[in-house]
């Protein structure tokens, strides 16, 4: 068996930034990875900031494995960013919350079943027959919610991250046993988890970064089932123009608290085949 692409997207959430979700795929192993948003300037890994160093190293690193099976598949991707951090930092790191965290979510198919790995908020939604299941657990962004309630209903979306917003941000990152996908091997390894589920071959999958899924998690527009169903009816482009529409009338974070009006949202779209 083997994966077919049918669509992918990927999108930034601010027209100014850089868009911090990577994604790809090979015959048999499919990635998804959400850089969480750096949380001071550049400067430990020289003039890149850390979400976007983690993502493309994680990316690189991705694609490059020939294991077999998604645990040491995540093992040998964890060493190489492990290694590549230690290389190409510039100098020591001063704060924990400096360590550069992203949420990643992969699937390979080892002999007729499909293996997930994950940290974070990266889902991944399965359909087989009829059955629909979240193999990366149900997207919730219940505690982001009350906390960006707590500090005032998000930063909205003229304004930058600062203040009691940022300790926040920068003490949330810095907590011990942090479920992410890290820059240091050991940290990864010790917080990612792992499933398995039988396949078929004309099974669907939707690997997506939490920016997207808010669709289902945030905005309540979808469950599991009606967003395969509107992909498949109407395409992975509609359902982000429908996305951007709702974050847009909401730009103040009043309706929906979030801490970013609009985040990096990214979206694959897979066929088995075979």
Known sequence: MH????????????????NDDRFGSTSTLAWVID????????????????????????NAAFSMTQEDQIHTTCQTVFERIDAQFHHQRSRDVIADWEIPKAAFAATQIVDGTLEF????????LHKSGNKINWCTGEPDASAEVSEAKALGEGIGAAHEMSGAVLSDRRAHRARANQIALSALAGASAGVTRFSSFPISSGDELILMSDGFASLVS???RYTGRSLIEAVRARGLADLMIELRRIERADAACLNYPRFKASDDATALWLRVAG
């Not at 790995?117 to 991944?124: H, M, Q, R, Y």
């Open 117 to 124: 790995a994950w940290a974070a908020d990266c889902p991944i």
């Open 218 to 220: 945030d905005y309540a």
């Open 35 to 58: 850089g969480a948003t750096d949380l001071g300037k550049p400067g430990l890994l020289g003039q890149q900031g850390g979400a976007s160093w983690l993502a493309s190293t994680a």
């Open 3 to 18: 994966f077919e692409t049918l669509q992918s997207i990927s999108l930034n959430g601010d027209p100014n930034k850089p």
